[in-house]
C-alpha cells in the first residue's frame, strides 16, 4: 500500500482509511453496489484519501459510459490515469482494496461511516475559518454570525439527500394527507387562510413551503395587506407568526395593526387625540392582539439566514412575512444586483421548504404600470424579474384605480391579481380597501362595515 501523501492530511482532519478502502472494494467486487454508492454518496471529495477520490471518480465515469466494471478493466483505467507512480503499484492497491471488504452486503454501512467523518471534517473546516476571521478582527460581528451561520446552513444543505420513492408509496401518503383534509384535522393540513375568502378559495389558502410574493407600486397598500394576512392568521389558526419589517418601526407596524383591528383611524393614533369610545375600541383592540402569537422583527439590513436562524426558536411556526425583498441583505458583495437579488428569492424559497412553512415577501414593481392607460401591473414590471418570478410559487399584484383617479366610480376598491399560482388557476380578485384603518377587505364585507 503506497504511503498517503502529506498534504492529503495536513490538519490531522479525522478519516477512516478501512472503511474508504471497504467503500471501494465493494464497488470492485460487486459493481451493483453503485446503486448505495451513488445515494448515499454525493461526490467523491466525500472520501478524504487524494487517491481514493480519483479512483471513486473512475468508477463513477465507468458508470456513466456503460463500460464493464471487473478486476481487469479498472485496473486498465487506473494504470492510465496515473494515479500510482510505481509499476504493479495499481494492481498491488486494487487486490489490497478486495481483500479489506469483509462483506458487499454492508456497503451501506460502509457509506455511513464516509458520510460521517466527511461532515465531521466540514465542521472543523467551518470552524477554522470562522475562527480565523474572528482573530483577524476587520469584520463586524454581525457579519462573522452571518458567516458562521452560513457556514452551517451550507453544511446542512448538503447533508438533504432525499431518497427516491415508489409510486405506490407517494400514492398512499397523497391519500393519508386527503383523509387529514377530511378530518378533524383539517386544519393542520390545510393551507392557512388569508381571510379574503375569493383569494383562499383560488390559491387554496397559504400553503405549507410556499414562496409568496406580494407586489405593487409604492403606496397601494402592500404593507397593509401583509399585515391584514398576519393578523387573520395569527387569530384563527393559533399558530405563531413572525413579521420582518427593514422599512418600519415595530412601533409604526403595531400602531397599523392596533388601527385596524380596532376601526380608530391611524391619524387619531398618531395625533394621541382619541375620544372615550375609540379608547375602549383601542383596549378591546390590544387584548386581542395580545392573545396572538405574532413576533416583529425591525432589523434593518437583516439576511435571510439571520431571519431562517430567528424562526427556528419558534415552535409552532405558521408564517413569516417579510417587508420586503429589496431590502433585505444577501450576506455577500456583488456589483451585480440582478444576480444578488435571484440569490436571495432562492434562498427564500429553499428556507420555505425547509422550515415548511408558507413565506410572504413584498416587493416592489417598477413604474411601467403607471405609463398604462388602466395601470394594471404585470409579471414584467418586478424589479430585478426573472428569478423573482421563477421561484415564487404564488405572484400577488396589488392596485387601487382610485389612487391614480379619486374620481373613479369606486375610488374605495382595490385589485389584487393572481398573477401565478402553481396550485391553481389565475386571476382577479377585487377588495374592499379603507385607507383611513389601512385595511382591506372583502368586498361584500367593506359595502356592510362601510
Keep these: 500500500m503506497p504511503d498517503y501523501p502529506q498534504e492529503a492530511q495536513p490538519q490531522n482532519l479525522p478519516f477512516q482509511v478501512e472503511a474508504e478502502q471497504a467503500f471501494l472494494g465493494c464497488l470492485l467486487l460487486d459493481p451493483s453496489t453503485i446503486n448505495v454508492a451513488l445515494e448515499e454518496i454525493s461526490g467523491p471529495d466525500m472520501l478524504y484519501l487524494p487517491q481514493h477520490q480519483r479512483l471513486y471518480s473512475i468508477f463513477l465515469n465507468m458508470f456513466d459510459l456503460a463500460q464493464t466494471v471487473d478486476f481487469v478493466t479498472v485496473l486498465?483505467?487506473?494504470?492510465?490515469?496515473?494515479?500510482?507512480?510505481?509499476?504493479?503499484?495499481a494492481k498491488s492497491y486494487l487486490v489490497q482494496l478486495m481483500d479489506a471488504v469483509p462483506s458487499t452486503a454492508n456497503m451501506r454501512d460502509y457509506c455511513r461511516i464516509i458520510r460521517d467523518y466527511y461532515y465531521r471534517r466540514r465542521l472543523i473546516l467551518a470552524a477554522?475559518?470562522?475562527?480565523?476571521?474572528?482573530?483577524?478582527?476587520?469584520?463586524?460581528?454581525?457579519?462573522?454570525?452571518?458567516?458562521?451561520?452560513?457556514?452551517?446552513?451550507?453544511?446542512?444543505?448538503?447533508?438533504?439527500?432525499?431518497?427516491?420513492?415508489?409510486?405506490?408509496?407517494?400514492?398512499?401518503?397523497?391519500?393519508?394527507?386527503?383523509?387529514?383534509?377530511?378530518?378533524?384535522?383539517?386544519?393542520?393540513?390545510?393551507?392557512?387562510?388569508?381571510?379574503?375568502?375569493?383569494?383562499?378559495?383560488?390559491m387554496t389558502g397559504l400553503n405549507r413551503s410556499d414562496l409568496i410574493l406580494l407586489a405593487a407600486r409604492p403606496g397601494m397598500g402592500k404593507s397593509a395587506f401583509a399585515l391584514n394576512v398576519a393578523s387573520y392568521v395569527a387569530a384563527h389558526s393559533k399558530r405563531d407568526v413572525a413579521i420582518f419589517s427593514l422599512e418600519m418601526s415595530r412601533e409604526q407596524l403595531t400602531s397599523r395593526m392596533l388601527s385596524s383591528e380596532s376601526q380608530v383611524?391611524?391619524?387619531?393614533?398618531?395625533?394621541?387625540?382619541?375620544?372615550?369610545?375609540?379608547?375602549?375600541?383601542?383596549?378591546?383592540?390590544?387584548?386581542?392582539?395580545?392573545?396572538?402569537?405574532i413576533y416583529i422583527d425591525d432589523t434593518a439590513g437583516i439576511t435571510v439566514s439571520e431571519i431562517k436562524a430567528k424562526c427556528r426558536k419558534l415552535r409552532n411556526l405558521g408564517l413569516i412575512v417579510i417587508d420586503y425583498l429589496q431590502l433585505i441583505e444577501s450576506g455577500s458583495r456583488t456589483e451585480n444586483r440582478v444576480q444578488e437579488v435571484s440569490k436571495i428569492t432562492r434562498t427564500l424559497k429553499v428556507m420555505a421548504k425547509e422550515l415548511d412553512v408558507p413565506v410572504m415577501v413584498l416587493s416592489q414593481l417598477n413604474r411601467a404600470a403607471e405609463s398604462r392607460t388602466d395601470h394594471r401591473p404585470m409579471l414584467s414590471d418586478l424589479r430585478e424579474s426573472g428569478s423573482i418570478e421563477q421561484d415564487a410559487d404564488i405572484v400577488l399584484l396589488l392596485t387601487r384605480e382610485g389612487y391614480y383617479n379619486p374620481e373613479t366610480e369606486h375610488p374605495n376598491e382595490a385589485l389584487c391579481i393572481l398573477a401565478k399560482n402553481r396550485h391553481g388557476s389565475t386571476g382577479d380578485i377585487k377588495l374592499g380597501w379603507n385607507g383611513t384603518l389601512t385595511r382591506f377587505t372583502n368586498l361584500e364585507q367593506r359595502r356592510e362595515d362601510y
Design 76 to 89: 486498465q483505467e487506473v494504470e492510465a490515469s496515473g494515479i500510482f507512480r510505481e509499476e504493479g503499484e
Design 128 to 202: 477554522g475559518v470562522i475562527s480565523h476571521a474572528a482573530q483577524q478582527g476587520d469584520s463586524s460581528s454581525e457579519r462573522l454570525l452571518e458567516l458562521a451561520e452560513q457556514s452551517i446552513y451550507d453544511i446542512r444543505q448538503g447533508r438533504s439527500n432525499s431518497a427516491m420513492v415508489p409510486i405506490e408509496t407517494a400514492v398512499l401518503e397523497t391519500f393519508d394527507r386527503l383523509q387529514h383534509l377530511t378530518g378533524e384535522d383539517r386544519e393542520e393540513y390545510a393551507g392557512l387562510p388569508t381571510g379574503f375568502v375569493e383569494l383562499d378559495a383560488k
Design 265 to 293: 383611524p391611524g391619524e387619531v393614533l398618531k395625533t394621541g387625540r382619541l375620544e372615550q369610545n375609540q379608547w375602549v375600541q383601542l383596549s378591546a383592540a390590544a387584548d386581542r392582539l395580545s392573545q396572538t402569537h
